[in-house]
């Protein structure tokens, strides 16, 4: 932000002392009985230019994050005022219902939870017999403040004229810069986690799904309703959060270290999906694929890559590439009960979702994603198109788990490739073929799991992409 302060209202000594009176006026009018204190809300700014749209948002977003730490200290307020456009800089001022003290111990912590909040003053006033006086940070045991530039006692610095305005406002800007990065990183991950909830629910309700539960039909898993799947939805929240945190954080770490970390935050993720569900296996894995493609994305924009299927592709293999190798060593040898997909490697030579996913997801990027761009029609009867996509072109191991063993597989590809060439579910007769083959499967027991999974990432990525 080099030319932060190429734009606003230059002002004078007279006006930045004229406002100093309106803003001492301000603070003993709100100082009303029953409120504890007042904290006026200002920004140190150096220069004649004291505020423009850049520094409003700041100031703006940046107390958004102070007024939820009052809410989290259970700390009841209002703005009681506020010139965000003054030319003389932003100011806020809010009536506190909590003792003063305890308020300005929580304004010093703010003022130094980040570097860049550094830049703001919340003067904490009340009232002590009739009086109205300001807390200093010492008030709160906490220490005096520092420079903007060189780290000493500001005081001082101002005293001795150290720092010139122009290395003062450089200061000023990279810390606005600073805030901003971190206002955009949390932003993604805020959007990556909706998204990816988004994808979840999306899923749940999309009918009909073959051997899949939605809101009409779910004979084929009498044990689970779409209840269920929204509450195993919200309990992976979390999770998402971690995964995208985590891919911000490590951008520059070896993406195999980066899949162990968030493969950790997976197993904490099972537990609390079997809590929601009371031990029913409703989205194990949906969450392992769903984590990393969300780790992926966010570390793919860290690194300042332009975020595209191939970035996406790329950076997910070279964080899976030991997982088949790891994961299907030994199991002759491995102690305690083999997993499905541990079972139907060593009979059939099935690498299931974790091939998949060690390839990069091509049934994604190849199949779901171009049909999804392409689909028409309303959302459900887009998001059926590429469920009957991916349905024809991949090896459901948890069809094949259900049918007792690959033979199944044919079968499906002749099913949902007769409903395609019918005009798939956007016509009477390719849905007619979809409510026989989900009436069908439903008799059988006959699930669909590895395909929703797929499709689950599907649409993740496309909303990510916008497609939705």
Partial sequence: MENLFAQGTAVDIPAVLENRDRRVATQAHLLTPGVGAVVAAKLNIPGPIKNNATIAAFFTRQLAAFEDQLLAAGISFLVAREWPTAATGPERFYQVFAPAPAVKALTTRFEESQPFRRLFDLDVLTRQEGQVVGLSRADANQPARTCLVCGRPAKECGRSRRHSVADLQAAVARMIAAASAAEEEAALVERLVTNGLRALTYEVVTWPKPGLVDPVE?????????????DSSLALRTYLRQCGQAGLAAASARPQLLFKQIRRFGLAAERAMFTATKGVNTHKGALFSLGVLTCAYAACWASA???????????????????????????????????AGEQQFLKYGLTGIRGEARAGYPAVFEIGLPTLKAATGKTNERILTTFVALARHTADSTLVKRAGGPEILAEKTARFTKIAAAGGPATP???????ETEADFSRRHLSMGGTADLLIVTLFVGMMEDML
């Fill in 218 to 230: 779910g004979a084929a898993h009498p044990d689970m309703d779409t209840f269920m799947f929204l």
């Fill in 305 to 339: 890559r332009p975020v595209t299927p191939a970035a996406l592709q790329a950076q997910v293999k070279a964080m899976l590439v030991d997982l088949t190798a790891h994961d299907f060593k030994a199991l002759k040898q491995k102690q305690g009960p083999l997993t």
């Fill in 429 to 435: 007769a390719g849905r007619q073929l979809l409510l």
